[in-house]
């Protein structure tokens, strides 16, 4: 069964650090890409970052960039959101979701997210 | 950054009926566009994938349709459990952005 298990949300001040961690199991870790979606209270999802199987690629919503850094260690099938200058904007509950691929024909056409976690709350407040 | 625009935000309906809801982007992203359904205090859950594709274990009451910048999703027979809130998301470009959703409420 897939399981993905968030951790390290917490209340930290503005300007601050958390680190979020995402543990997987019950598949190939190593064969997906990761995502991080958040949700701020009582709002919509937002897409906050991504990362390939090997971490050779990343990317970042234009609002953490900077400040946000994703990783992986694929040893340990955990994936990482480490968040610095946190600001009043970044509450939210944070999400990790598993990514796949879409094909037609054999061509990428795009991603989705079929497993998701359970979120880990994030409360930026002096 | 390639935006998302849903449509209505708020729906009501009945039990039974059948709804269609509208998710537009800025510019065409081919058939780059997922359903999701969240239920309150949960994650979110993946009903329509590449514009048209069922997840498995999604009821065929759900439909999606559309190509370039228009599509929708279709609920057909509406079930208690389906009065909840539904995002659409883009996945031609990063980053991948969601609609505002759009919340179900029953009539």
């Known amino acids: 069964e897939v399981q993905l298990v968030e951790s390290g949300g917490g209340l930290v001040r503005p300007g601050g650090s958390l680190r979020l961690s995402c543990s997987a199991s019950g598949f190939m870790f190593s064969s997906f890409s990761m995502t991080w979606v958040r949700q701020a209270p009582g709002k919509g999802l937002e897409w906050v970052a991504n990362?390939?199987?090997?971490?050779?690629?990343?990317y970042y919503v234009d609002s953490v960039k900077g400040r946000f850094t994703i990783s992986r260690d694929n040893s340990k099938n955990s994936l990482f959101l480490q968040m610095n200058s946190l600001r009043a904007e970044d509450t939210a509950v944070y999400y990790c979701?598993?990514?796949?691929?879409?094909?037609?024909?054999?061509?990428?056409?795009?991603?989705?997210?079929?497993?998701w976690g359970q979120g880990t709350v994030v409360t930026v407040a002096s | 950054d390639i935006q998302m625009t849903q449509s209505p935000s708020f729906l009501s309906a009945y039990v039974g009926d059948r709804v269609t809801i509208t998710c537009r982007a800025s510019?065409?992203?081919?058939?780059?566009l997922n359903w999701y359904q969240q239920k309150p205090e949960k994650a979110p859950k993946v009903l329509i994938f590449?514009?048209?594709s069922l997840q498995s274990g999604v009821p065929s009451r759900f439909a999606g349709s559309g190509s370039g910048t228009d599509f929708t999703l279709t609920i057909n027979n509406l079930q208690p459990e389906d009065f909840v809130t539904y995002f659409c998301?883009?996945?031609?470009?990063?980053?991948?952005?969601f609609g505002q959703g759009t919340r179900l409420e029953i009539k």
């Open positions: 590449a514009a048209s």
């Open positions: 990362i390939y199987q090997d971490g050779s690629e990343k």
């Open positions: 998301q883009q996945s031609y470009s990063v980053p991948y952005s």
């Open positions: 979701a598993r990514d796949v691929i879409t094909l037609v024909r054999g061509v990428i056409v795009g991603y989705y997210l079929d497993y």
């Open positions: 510019q065409s992203i081919g058939s780059s």
